[in-house]
């Protein structure tokens, strides 16, 4: 059974780092497209559309895309198929969400404008949180 399963979420002070991981296992295909989306705690019931792109990585060849609100201060790594990780510094209080893994076996979905369409993404995780204080 394909799972998804984030790790390293938690609690640092504004200026802080963090990094998450990203483990895919149990699929028949392997995942070409990673994506990490959150979502503030309290809009669960919005559900997946809700979610906020921050960053993705396409698995073939490295292609990674951020959203304007990361960029420079998130880093997205491929260390496998299998295993990915969302490297986050100088983070912000409006950083605080409940982070999630996306994965999908199309590496079509990594391009600069598909990443971000969180219901394309096929398999996801339960999420971490982090939390920034200021």
């Known amino acids: 059974q394909a799972q998804v399963l984030e790790s390293g979420g938690g609690s640092v002070q504004a200026g802080g780092s963090l990094t998450l991981s990203c483990v895919t296992s149990g699929y028949t295909y392997k995942s070409e497209c990673i994506g990490w989306f959150r979502q503030v705690p309290g809009k669960e019931r919005e559900g997946v559309a809700a979610r906020e792109a921050v960053a993705a990585v396409r698995l073939d060849n490295g292609d990674a895309f951020y959203a304007d609100s990361v960029r420079d201060r998130f880093s997205i790594s491929r260390h496998n198929e299998m295993n990915t990780s969302l490297q986050m510094t100088d983070l912000k209080p409006e950083d605080t969400a409940i982070y999630f893994c996306?994965?999908?076996?199309?590496?079509?979905?990594?391009?600069?404008?598909?990443?971000?369409?969180?219901?394309?993404?096929?398999?996801w995780g339960q999420g971490i949180q982090v939390s920034v204080s200021s």
């Open positions: 996306a994965a999908d076996r199309s590496s079509f979905l990594c391009s600069s404008d598909r990443w971000t369409r969180s219901t394309r993404y096929t398999y």
